[in-house]
């Protein structure tokens, strides 16, 4: 028998590009997150109630978002959100040209998710709204699958919401990773980050549905636009659409930035030693911006929604 042959199937199959097995991470996480998250909005709407509810859903992505970090976190960091990455690209814990790669694979992740829950509750939508995919009324579908304003709600104030929603979740997600805080324990982390969206969700959701993450929006969105929904999911709510695209990027660099400038760069310096490789991973640690060398990262990855 040859050499060749007696190669495993690890031997034979596993990647070895690094930024490959990295965005394939990022995609099967943001799958995971709309195939559940949105699963649990889908089950509420489409059983009008019988199967859940405001709370079910709170809780339902929250968990989503839980278990799509335990499966990616430990490849690529768990990002499974455009405005995580670009935090971490600005405040110089990944590269920057992965984040165009990580982006991508978090879009395409999103519009996977969303055509499984599409798929898996196909018969329901057709009983709910006797075969018609609707963006508005009162058997609307669309809102499954992305955020829609409430009809109070203007632009600059929806603008407002998501810019201050994602700056709390990056906020916080830099403090669960900070060591030099009071860190959650190693392996605990995607729990604490759950927490986290529960509580986004239960205080700042009123207003459109609390997205934080434009790959969550915008891949459901671009496939509703192309199952059936059509080119409504772009203008209903006076072209809202773009709003949960620019303000959680905006709003994820002003949070990490806040912490950092307010926590972060004043904890004393680590014990010397330690290593210092800022790419190796790409969890949220203590990176000093004035003296890199003081606080590496640390080499496990951790999880970002």
């Known amino acids: 028998m040859s050499r060749k042959s007696k190669r495993s199937l690890k031997e034979k ?66 990002h499974i959100n455009p405005a995580v990455s670009l935090a ?69 104030n929806g603008f407002a919401d998501q810019v201050m929603s994602t700056a709390v979740l990056l906020l916080a997600i830099f403090a669960i990773f900070d060591t030099r805080n009071n860190s959650v324990p190693k392996g605990l982390e995607p729990i604490a980050v759950g927490l986290l969206i529960i509580v986004l969700t239960c205080s700042l959701g009123m207003n459109s549905g609390c997205a934080m993450n434009p790959a969550r929006d915008l891949g459901p969105r671009l496939f509703t636009a192309v199952a059936g929904w059509g080119m409504e999911v772009f203008t209903a709510g006076n072209n809202w659409w773009w709003v949960p695209i620019v303000a959680p990027m905006l709003g994820g660099v002003l949070g990490a930035m806040i912490y950092i400038v307010f926590i972060e760069i004043h904890h004393s310096d ?36």
Not at 42 to 59: C, D, I, N
Not at 283 to 293: G, H
């Open 13 to 78: 199959f596993a990647l070895k590009n690094s930024l490959i097995k990295e965005a394939l991470s990022e995609f099967l996480g943001t799958f995971i997150l709309i195939a559940l998250g949105c699963g649990c909005v889908g089950q509420a709407v489409l059983s009008r109630g019988a199967h859940g509810g405001p709370m079910t859903v709170s809780v339902g992505f929250a968990m989503a978002v839980t278990i799509a970090v335990y499966v990616s976190g430990g490849v690529s960091g768990g």
């Open 88 to 156: 971490m690209c600005v405040t110089g814990r990944l590269k920057w040209t992965k984040l165009p790669i990580y982006i991508l694979a978090q879009l395409l992740g999103a519009f996977v998710g969303a055509a499984a829950v599409f798929g898996i509750y196909y018969d329901a939508f057709m009983e709910y709204s006797n075969g018609t995919l609707e963006v508005t009324g009162p058997n609307a579908t669309a809102h499954i699958f992305a955020t829609y304003p409430a009809p109070y709600l203007s632009l600059i």
């Open 270 to 305: 680590t014990q010397p030693g330690e290593e210092n490789d800022m790419y190796d991973k790409y969890e949220l640690t203590n990176m000093d911006p004035v003296n890199p060398a003081a606080a590496p990262l640390k080499r496990q990855q951790g999880p970002f929604h």
